[in-house]
């Protein structure tokens, strides 16, 4: 996703790409997904951050593009301050698995899980 205002002095075969950094979690995802494929979508990564939530505050300020947690953009997308810039087959899809060992935890960590 990226702002509606991308700044036009960016060369057009080149995309500036806001990245997660290698400790986040959400940018080890991103990265095995788009191994291989920078080139094609000619990315240049021009800002990196662990948090998804400045990513978007840059995107929205037009400094680039970025991959962005749908629950995260939705209001932004829907008030036109980001748009979608590559198709469907792009999308990164994410499945989350919560575990817990059998035996019993603390009390605060029991009433977690009751909630879950």
Do not use: N
């Not at 990164?92 to 817990?100: F, K, N, P, S, W």
């Amino acid at each position: 996703l990226m702002s509606s205002t991308l700044s036009r002095d960016i060369a057009p075969h080149q995309l500036p790409y806001l990245a997660y950094t290698e400790a986040s979690g959400l940018g080890r995802i991103v990265a095995h997904c788009l191994s291989g494929s920078a080139g094609v979508l000619a990315l240049k990564e021009t800002f990196s951050s662990h948090l998804a939530a400045v990513l978007m505050s840059m995107a929205s300020e037009g400094k680039g593009v970025a991959w962005l947690p749908k629950s995260l953009a939705e209001q932004e997308i829907s008030d036109g301050r980001l748009v979608r810039v590559l198709d469907e087959s792009w999308d990164i899809d994410v499945q989350i698995h919560l575990t817990r060992p059998v035996a019993p935890l603390s009390s605060a960590a029991e009433e977690f899980w009751a909630r879950v």
